[in-house]
């Protein structure tokens, strides 16, 4: 079972900003359970301040079961491991960074507009989608990821409500796993 913690920040609509009690102070705690099946099915169920999130793949149907949306088959890659590795042979590098102490080079990756309209779905639209990898100049391996998602979601008869999420993820302890080095902490 792997661990997230997950802060609170404000709610921003065309007519007020909705300031998060505590943001600054307290940050959720949770969980979530990964498993993973070859060739290409996995299942994630993640549990944070009282909700749950599952999603899940049976290698060719990516699903996901929120509480603002329900069940729904989901667009786009997944979890699966080849597509997420090859979405940075896009990318442009932005500069330079220290990350854990170690130099980073930054690769950032923007969505394609279309790519977004295509993701969007039923209430929530995808405004932007940004990822920014941090790999390190010794190994050239994969150290931090930044992930960054903009959405409008607007219900029948009231203001849009702007839900910028961002997760930050970091990667360590490699090893080699059948010739391939994988991370094992994080």
Known sequence: MGKVRMLASDIETATKVIKSRNSSKAAESGGFVLWQMNPDM????LAL?????????????????????????????????RTTASMFTNARC?????????????????????????????????????????????????????????????????????WETTINSFLDDYRPVEGIMIAHSG
């Open 42 to 45: 996995w299942y994630v169920e």
């Open 49 to 81: 301040g009282g909700s749950k999130i599952h999603a899940g793949c049976n290698g060719k149907l990516v699903w996901r079961h929120t509480l603002w949306l329900g069940p729904h088959v989901t667009k786009g890659p997944g979890l699966d491991p």
């Open 94 to 162: 932005i500069g330079e960074k220290k990350i854990n102490g170690e130099d980073c080079f930054i690769l950032k990756l923007c969505a394609d507009p279309h790519i977004l309209k295509a993701r969007s779905e039923g209430l929530a639209e995808i405004i932007r989608h940004v990822l920014f990898g941090y790999f390190s100049q010794k190994t050239g391996l994969l150290v931090h990821l930044e992930d960054s998602h903009l959405t409008c979601i607007q219900s029948n008869g009231t203001n849009a409500a702007y």
